[in-house]
């Protein structure tokens, strides 16, 4: 069973402070990876995703793969309680027909 | 605008009352899919198709059934709707998996409660 292991949370941080998420995955071969965003009660949006090992930079956000590990990462630079949310990973094998989804870690930034 | 459309938002219905969720997508994706996401539980596919009438079960396909008869369409179908059936469903589609930029992009979700 491939799995995907975030977190649960909740994962509180200051305003301004930076923000780490962290997941694992089963599978050594998994090929693409992403961050996604859901507030309460909203669909899931893309934020990030990741093909290589090393840094993904957007804006305030980074990605950080090891494929080695088998671990993907997320920061979040000056972290806004807009960020508040919960934030999934997933993961897609190669040779399978599906994206992996993570439980989900809950962020909450204080102001 | 890109984009994955369901319908209905919300829905409360009752026990053993058939009932269709909608979902429509704009961006000429092979692969759709359906989630339910519960409290504790994340994200749960559901069913899954790879292209127009080729559809496969996922994690959690008792009591679903969908049809793909069009690309753009992926209905999923409730012929009995069982109270365990409350959930948060989210329809999404992508690119085929395996290929680059694969990312899934999400309905707004609908809410449904069998009473």
């Known amino acids: 069973q491939k799995e995907v292991e975030q977190n649960s949370g909740p994962l509180s941080v200051p305003e301004g402070a930076i923000a780490s998420l962290n997941c694992t995955y089963s599978?050594?071969?998994?090929?693409?990876f992403f961050w996604y965003r859901q507030y309460s009660g909203k669909s899931p949006e893309l934020i990030m995703s990741?093909?290589?090992?090393g840094d993904k930079e957007d804006g305030r956000f980074t990605a950080q793969l090891n494929k080695a590990s088998q671990y993907v990462s997320l920061l979040i630079r000056d972290s806004q309680p807009s960020d508040s949310a919960t934030y999934l990973c997933a993961v897609m094998v190669e040779r399978d027909d599906k994206i992996i989804f993570g439980k989900g870690t809950r962020l909450h930034i204080l102001p | 605008e890109a984009q994955v459309t369901q319908n209905p938002r919300y829905l409360i219905t009752v026990t053993g009352k058939k009932l269709t969720v909608t979902c429509s997508q704009n961006?000429?994706?092979?692969?759709m899919s359906w989630y339910r996401q519960d409290p504790g539980l994340g994200l749960r596919q559901i069913y899954y198709?790879?292209?127009?009438?080729?559809?496969d079960k996922g994690d959690v396909p008792e009591g679903y059934k969908v049809s793909r008869k069009e690309k753009r369409n992926f209905p999923l179908i409730l012929e009995s709707p069982s109270p365990n059936q409350t959930s948060l469903y989210f329809c999404?589609?992508?690119?085929?998996?395996?290929?680059?930029?694969?990312?899934?992009?999400f309905g707004q979700g609908t809410r449904l409660t069998v009473v």
């Open positions: 990741i093909y290589s090992n």
């Open positions: 999404a589609s992508s690119l085929i998996p395996g290929r680059v930029n694969t990312e899934a992009f």
């Open positions: 599978d050594r071969v998994s090929q693409s």
């Open positions: 198709s790879m292209n127009v009438e080729v559809t």
């Open positions: 961006m000429n994706h092979e692969y």
